[in-house]
């Protein structure tokens, strides 16, 4: 592993650092549970949305070097995943798992929240070289499954939250707007120039 990639796995482990330090340092304030899904929900999601960028950063400044962080960022995304869903499962719903089902059930926002979550899973579990040769063309396909983890992870939190939408809509925003990055450069840009130039001769 090179310098820079040792350098992006450390800083990657800083929030869970920072929660680990709140937790011991009794710094979580009045409700430490809902402090630490909180942090790691949102960590969770600003590495998924971070793993969405980098495609586009290459695509529209040729810098390739980024794009080879993909898989690791990815993970830790799942790792950020796992530890909000451990929060609310341990800390949470105590491992009772008959309420947390009748949660995943009636609450939209936990039932958005559940099929984000299990979606990473799939994602990280496929996300090796073995899985890649076993499923071929299939393989590219599902990895798209990530923009509906992204989607469903932004709904989880808007729906959450209720009244203080300023940060989720922002994170909304990031989304739409990185899909709107992947689109084709003729869609995104008109129409190419060569199709111009035909419509001028005419």
Not at 148 to 172: E, G, N, R, T
Request: aromatic share 14%.
């Amino acid at each position: 592993m090179t310098k820079w990639r040792i350098f992006v796995f450390l800083l990657s482990l800083a929030p869970l650092a920072a929660m680990v330090w709140g937790v011991l340092d009794d710094r979580l304030g009045a409700n430490p549970v809902e402090a630490l899904s909180h942090e790691s929900g949102t960590w969770a999601l600003r590495f998924l949305l971070v793993t969405l960028a980098l495609t586009p950063l290459r695509r529209f400044t040729g810098w390739r070097k980024p794009v080879l962080l993909r898989r690791m960022l990815g993970l830790f995304s799942f790792f950020y995943a796992c530890l909000h869903f451990l929060v609310w499962l341990w800390l949470d719903q105590a491992f009772a798992w008959g309420n947390m089902l009748a949660d995943i059930a009636r609450r939209p926002y936990i039932t958005v929240g559940f099929l984000s979550f299990l979606i990473l899973m799939i994602l990280a579990l496929t996300s090796n070289m073995f899985s890649m040769r076993r499923l071929g063309l299939r393989w590219k396909p599902l990895h798209r499954l990530v923009y509906l983890a992204a989607l469903f992870a932004i709904l989880h939190y808007i729906w959450l939250v209720k009244a203080d939408l300023l940060q989720p809509l922002i994170y909304l925003g990031i989304f739409v707007s990185l899909m709107l990055l992947r689109l084709p450069r003729k869609v995104v840009l008109g129409k190419p120039r060569r199709m111009a130039k035909k419509q001028l001769a005419a």
